[in-house]
């Protein structure tokens, strides 16, 4: 899967471990999700590119770079994705957010859109679509759909944990985007689930289960 990029950095890896374990608490999820988040947009936005400009130092006159370019609008997939946005926005402040309310229908597990807001010069940003759990992939595949429509080009999906399944899907769908995982697991399970995986991530995050 060529634009696949598994994040296995040490402290990644660490802390998804903590998140799958059934014992950690929502308090203690949301903080995890939040941390690697952060951890995942450093290498998300390492081709962002720079431009040189001119300050002065204490010192003297200098050429430094500042990055320029496109901008960032942030896309959460609801509900789960929220949980993505807030260790994001800690590394790039100026990013916009938009949000996409989809959820995945439990008998055919079709994803079902009922709410998109997206900023106004989404088109003109590069869209950070996130979502920590791509099972099926429908959901991830609808939202990128959705975005382009919208006519957003530059689409980067970043997501915790990954089924097979879902990221081949997304790649046929979508071959222009590239796709950023913390972890590739092994499978589905019958209901769609990703196994080992970690659950309903909606649900621990929420406590809503
Ligand atoms: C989960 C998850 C993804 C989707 C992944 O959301 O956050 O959006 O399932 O599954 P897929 O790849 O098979 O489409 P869910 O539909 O449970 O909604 P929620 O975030 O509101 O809990
Ligand atoms: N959605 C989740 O929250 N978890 C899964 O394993 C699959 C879909």
């Known amino acids: 899967m060529s634009n696949v990029h ?37 290498e998300v936005t390492r ?3 720079l431009k040189t400009v001119e300050i002065e130092t204490p010192i003297c006159r200098a050429q430094t770079k500042v990055i320029s370019g496109k901008k960032l609008a ?3 997939i609801l509900r789960a994705g929220l949980g993505m946005v807030d260790g994001i926005m800690s590394l790039v ?9 989809l959820y995945r229908d439990p008998n055919t597990l079709e994803p079902v859109e ?13 869209i950070l679509l996130v979502d920590p759990m791509l099972a099926t992939g429908g959901s991830a595949s609808a939202a990128i759909r959705f975005i382009k429509k ?33 972890a590739m697991d ?24």
């Not at 402040?93 to 309310?101: E, F």
């Not at 009922?114 to 590069?126: G, Q, S, V």
């Not at 980067?156 to 913390?182: M, N, S, T, W, Y």
């Open 114 to 126: 009922y709410y998109c807001k997206l900023p106004a010069d989404a088109e003109e940003r590069e």
């Open 6 to 42: 598994v994040m296995d950095h040490p402290l990644i890896q660490h802390k998804v471990s903590l998140m799958r374990d059934k014992e950690t608490g929502a308090k203690e999820f949301r903080e995890l999700l939040n941390e690697i988040s952060m951890l995942m947009a450093y």
């Open 74 to 76: 942030i896309v959460p």
């Open 150 to 182: 919208r006519g957003c080009k530059n689409i980067k999906l970043v997501c915790l944990i990954a089924a097979p399944e879902g990221a081949a899907r997304v790649q046929a769908d979508h071959p222009d985007v590239d796709i950023f995982v913390a």
């Open 186 to 209: 092994e499978k589905l399970n019958d209901h769609g689930y990703i196994i080992p995986g970690l659950g309903d991530a909606g649900d621990r995050l929420f406590g809503t289960k």
């Open 93 to 101: 402040p100026a990013a916009k957010v938009g949000h996409i309310g």
């Open 47 to 49: 081709d962002l590119p």
